[in-house]
Nanobody, 123 residues
């Protein structure tokens, strides 16, 4: 497992942008698939986007495709989530996760999680 810390959340108006960061200390991330998930109040944690360990493949939920993008900077042990054209329904706690399973789009594919960062989009 790896230790993950998210940052970059906050309050933004609809149509705005935010960039979330997920940093690790110690073990590098280049051998891990990385994912972003989110959880709104009263709802289950849902998949947002993921990137394979070798950066060859990315996956995104239909609700964010074309608006959100995942990237990584392995040299700095950081993964990013660029969120554009934000909508009120994007409001949630966002979590980054690391894993080595082939199931990149499900929570069960990851065994290391950050503590989450709140994103609030006002209308």
């Amino acid at each position: 497992q790896v230790q993950l810390v998210e940052s970059g959340g906050g309050l933004v108006q609809a149509g705005g942008s935010l960039r979330l960061s997920c940093a690790t200390s110690g073990r590098a991330l280049y051998t891990y698939n990385m994912g972003w998930f989110r959880q709104a109040p009263g709802k289950e944690r849902e998949f947002v986007t993921a990137i394979s360990w070798n950066n060859v493949s990315t996956y995104s939920a239909p609700s964010v495709k074309g608006r959100f993008a995942i990237s990584r900077d392995s040299a700095q042990h950081t993964v990013y989530l660029q969120m554009n054209t934000l909508k009120p329904e994007d409001t949630a706690v966002y979590y980054c996760a690391a894993g080595k399973s082939s199931r990149l789009t499900t929570t069960r594919g990851y065994d290391s999680w950050g503590q989450g960062t709140q994103v609030t989009v006002s209308s």
